[in-house]
Structure formats: C-alpha cells, structure tokens
C-alpha cells in the first residue's frame, strides 16, 4: 500500500502539473497576474507532491504525516470547491486524494528498515 500511495503523490503532481502549465499559459496570453501567481504555486505544489511521493517511498516518516494531512486539506478545499461551481479537475483529484489517505492510513506508520526488524536492543 505503501508504494500505491508514493505513486498516488505522483499521479496528483502528474494532473496538477497538467493545470498548472494551463494556468502559466493563459496568464501569458491574457496578461493576468492572479492566473500566474495561481501556476507558479501549483507549480510549488507539483515539487512539493513529487518530494512527498519519492520520500514515502523511501518511508521517511514525516512523509507519511506530511502526506496525510496536505491529502486531507487538499480532500477539503477540493469537496469546497465542488459545492461552489464545478472545478472539473476535482473530479479527478478527489478520488486520488481519498486513494492516498487511505493507502496511508492502512499502513499506520512507515515500514521498519530490514536492518531494524528482528533485533534485540543493545544494552
């Protein structure tokens, strides 16, 4: 589940990356400074779900928490943004966020490092 989770981080930046590169483009062409500020945050965003998805992967356990809760504020705007106008990319984000936190919660906590699972403690 772990690894569905990492490649779920990955599917997230694949889709938003996809907006935020629309959004840099009409903020080219119409010259508006609000859809540029709103691609180069998504664009942060991207690097940010990129880092997340590579560490859960490598189980770094503030992965694993950083990965829960931006999925659960990112699940809550999204639900917002659904019931004040349709965002169609929600409609792709939504299920792929609920994927994830629920990937991450199956697994509880990252696995041990096999060179950490059987030993004794050291006195």
Do not use: D, H
Request: charged share 10%; proline share 4%; with cysteine.
């Amino acid at each position: 589940m772990v690894v569905s989770a990492g490649a779920g981080n990955f599917v997230w930046a694949a889709i938003t990356l996809y907006v935020a590169l629309c959004q840099l483009g009409l903020a080219v062409t119409s010259e508006r400074a609000e859809l540029a500020a709103l691609g180069l945050w998504n664009g942060l965003l991207v690097f940010l779900y990129i880092g997340i998805g590579i560490s859960i992967l490598l189980n770094k356990k503030w992965a694993w928490t950083w990965g829960i809760g931006s999925n659960t504020l990112n699940l809550v705007v999204a639900v917002y943004q659904l019931t004040q106008g349709p965002v169609l990319v929600n409609f792709f984000l939504i299920p792929i966020e609920l994927f994830i936190i629920i990937a991450l919660y199956v697994t509880r906590t990252p696995r041990a490092k096999p060179s950490q699972q059987g030993t004794a403690p050291s006195r």
